[in-house]
């Protein structure tokens, strides 16, 4: 073996030698590392937190799914309750998808078509009252969940997504004006008492002293009067501003309005119950309506009320301003019909037994001559005998006139 061959012999036995020290320090170093059971508990921890966070989490869209599931049946109770836009309108959202006006909610349905929304939202279409023509108004309502812009073609508009939103239509989709957030019932209707508690011996009215207060334009104001027996509840406007009165029963469903009784002051009058609270709406005739106003409310019980017999008639004796009272209960027959005879211009209305109103009349008609008799008949074919009506009559004149009733089958 020459002297370069043993030089290069040496060098691998040199790079062996140190290439086995350098694994029996590693195992010792290794050895050195090893964690007491306090510091593998937290390695675990950690480890065990870095395979939570690595793991796919629910979606936004997933939970909105089933937070918001219940709408496809119909059902808004989660979501029910007062909502406001910017402006200060306040809808009362029911648990049946409609506003508390009488109308209908229809055609639920979610749509993820990206048209108004960035995301999944909720649509149903909104069937109004019929006016007095007997037509009716056909809205859609959209309610955007948190989380999803709303939008108009390229469009989108600002609107806190933290929270959910509710935008209404009927030909068009305008939601710059009309975004609504929910909102705590408390914190928005802020619903003032009206009392009437000043009691009057010769009308036997109970009346309340006026609240004044001033209109913004948009702006909704809510009032609440409580019924403490039964009888008319009036409740009037004194305003030089063209103001629009509402009322709601306590499941706020509209239960009458009015816009001029007098001038342009609106006046709500209607039968209330014992011990039941009914709300009042004021607002502008139109969104630029705004202006001071006074407001008041009025109790007066109702009279006696007497029985009338099919067949029988009685004489009354007429006075402007007095009303006199007669139930009828249904026995048999197609219509009950209550009407007027004399010289004297009377007026009927006609109420159920929960003294719901139910029909009116001043004038009867027959061609081109008016009689100035009034004459009310109900459909009583599906009315369950001993079913009982209330009929208030009144005259624009004072004398006296007969009070005829009778139950009768339609001919053919």
Known sequence: MNLKTGFYIFIIILLLFFSSCNKDNAQQDQTALLPDAQTASLLQSVKESEIHAQAPKESKAAA?????????????????????????????????????????????????????????YYQWDILTIPDEDGFYISQ?????????????????????????????????FV???????????????????????????????????????????????????TAEETGYITVEVTSDVDTYLEAYNEDMKIIAENDD?????????????????????????????????????????????????SGAFKIVNIEIGVEHWFSVEVTEGDYLTVMTEGNIDTVLNAYTDSFEHAAYNDDIWYGDIVDRNASISIPIWDVKAGTVFLFKLTGFDS??????????????
């Open 64 to 120: 909105q799914t089933d937070s918001y599931a219940k709408i496809l049946n119909g059902d808004l109770s989660e979501f029910a309750g007062v909502w406001v836009s910017n402006t200060g309108h306040k809808s009362h959202l029911r648990a049946d998808g409609t506003f508390f006006d009488g109308s209908t909610a229809e055609n639920f349905r979610r749509n993820d078509d990206n048209v108004y929304g960035t995301g999944a």
């Open 140 to 172: 859609f309502v959209i309610l955007f969940p948190a989380g999803v812009d709303i939008k108009e073609g390229n469009r989108i508009f600002q609107s806190d997504t933290a929270k959910a939103r509710i935008c209404m239509g009927q030909h068009d």
């Open 175 to 225: 939601p710059a004006s009309q975004i609504i957030y929910r909102e705590e019932t408390a914190q928005v209707m802020d619903i003032q008492e009206l009392r009437s508690s000043v009691y009057d011996a010769e009308t036997h009215t109970s009346r309340g002293s006026p609240v004044s207060g001033n209109l913004s334009a948009g702006q909704w104001i809510w009032y609440s009067v």
């Open 261 to 309: 009784w007098e001038n342009w002051n609106p006046r709500i009058e209607f039968i209330g119950e014992a011990h039941t609270t009914y709300f009042f709406k004021l607002r502008g005739f139109n969104s630029s309506t705004n202006g001071p106003f006074r407001i008041s409310a009025s109790h007066k019980p109702l009279p006696e009320i007497t029985r009338l017999e």
């Open 399 to 412: 004398g006296p006139t007969r009070v005829l009733v009778t139950m009768g089958y339609a001919e053919g």
